[in-house]
């Protein structure tokens, strides 16, 4: 379905909707601030595809403008545990202090924030929003380089010189990123004040046929981490009895 351009920006908000933690929790916010909302969410051959229907399901929930998924198959680059045949870490010790906590993980998927944030960009000049939200944190370890403010900042720049928007002097293109600093703990106990079911969420890597989360992978691992800190049970359904209680 093709989009009728919009002539207003102060109202429209473009929010990349994974179906994950993070991003349900800036769609809240979004929500939270008076936007009308156009989700944007991706199906790139990812092997946790099960994040695509949770998105469904929390964007017609949050009852957005209009909810877009774009399929882009990632997988003919591969170089990356979610695109390629490359297994995902379990059971990594995810913490600053950890040997391997400095370096890239397998499971970064080679310019995804910046294809996904051009998607954006190409939809809010369409829609006529001046504001993108996208749910990148760089408190809480993930080691991904399209994840740093100075990314976005620079995104930003470049945003603002590659669209007639932005060029013309119509609109001035920011990239919200209201997550970029809290923690894990922080973004659950926020969400949970904007009143976000977690329930309706998914984070893990390498779930179950059925959708049930590992427990074991580096997002779990954090998830896990945020819910406990946070002193909240984490809703979702996971393997086994073991990770679920970490």
Avoid: W
């Avoid at 990349?16 to 989700?39: N, P, Q, Y």
């Avoid at 390629?84 to 080679?110: H, N």
């Amino acid at each position: 379905m093709k989009t009728t351009p919009q002539t207003t920006s102060a109202d429209t908000g473009v929010v990349l909707l994974s179906g994950g933690l993070d991003s349900t929790t800036v769609l809240a916010i979004a929500r939270s601030e008076g936007f009308a909302i156009h989700a944007l969410s991706f199906r790139y051959g990812q092997r946790h595809s099960v994040e695509v229907d949770a998105a469904r399901r929390i964007a017609e929930l949050a009852g957005v403008r209009q909810h877009h998924v774009v399929d882009i198959d990632l997988t003919l680059f591969g170089g990356s545990a979610l695109t390629d045949d490359i297994p995902v870490p379990k059971d990594r010790d995810i913490s600053p202090s950890a040997a391997g906590a400095k370096e890239i993980p397998v499971t970064y998927v080679p310019a995804r924030n910046t294809i996904f944030l051009s998607y954006a960009l190409a939809l809010a000049e369409v829609v006529g929003a001046s504001n993108i939200f996208i749910g990148v944190n760089a408190l809480d370890y993930s080691g991904y380089p399209d994840c740093r403010p100075e990314y976005i900042q620079a995104f930003e720049r470049m945003a603002n010189l590659a669209t007639r928007a932005g060029v013309e002097g119509r609109t001035k293109l920011l990239i919200r990123t209201p997550l970029i600093s809290l923690s894990k703990a922080a973004i659950i106990t926020l969400g949970t004040s904007l009143g976000v079911d977690y329930s309706d969420t998914t984070s893990c890597y390498d779930p179950s046929p059925n959708g049930e989360a590992c427990g074991r992978c580096d997002a779990c691992q954090l998830r896990l981490k945020g819910f406990s800190e946070a002193g909240l049970q984490d809703p979702i359904e996971y393997a086994t009895t073991r990770s679920a209680g970490r």
